[in-house]
Nanobody, 117 residues
Framework: QVQVVESGGALVQPGGSLRLSCVAS????????IEWYRQAPGKEREWVGN??RTAEFAKDRFVISSADFGKMSYLQMSRLKTDDTAMYIC????????????????WGRGTQVTVAS
């Protein structure tokens, strides 16, 4: 099977920085993409970005990069605001070794980011 695991969430002060990681492992035949989302309490899940694009709220503050042939993704966040408090979740589009090349989406459980003074 495939596992997607996020890490790096923490309590950080406004204006601070944080780097989140997402790693995909298991029976992976091909990686298609990893995207980041976030969900704050009582709010809808919203898209944060991928390696090529970021949401408007993340422009000039968040940078997404990848490594290990796309199996790892990093979300570098700077100038954090209290509004950035949320569970950050990654979604990996992966073709498994038994899927015949057809990709499916695999979600992680998320890592909590809290921005507070």
């Amino acid at each position: 099977q495939v596992q997607v695991v996020e890490s790096g969430g923490a309590l950080v002060q406004p204006g601070g920085s944080l780097r989140l990681s997402c790693v995909a492992s298991g029976a992976i035949a091909a990686m298609y993409s990893i995207e980041w989302y976030r969900q704050a309490p009582g709010k809808e899940r919203e898209w944060v970005g991928n390696g090529g694009r970021t949401a408007e709220f993340a422009k000039d503050r968040f940078v997404i990069s990848s490594a290990d042939f796309g199996k790892m993704s990093y979300l570098q966040m700077s100038r954090l605001k209290t509004d950035d408090t949320a569970m950050y979740i990654c979604k990996a589009s992966i073709a498994t070794k038994t899927s015949g090349g057809v990709p499916s989406d695999f979600w992680g459980r998320g890592t909590q980011v809290t921005v507070a003074s």
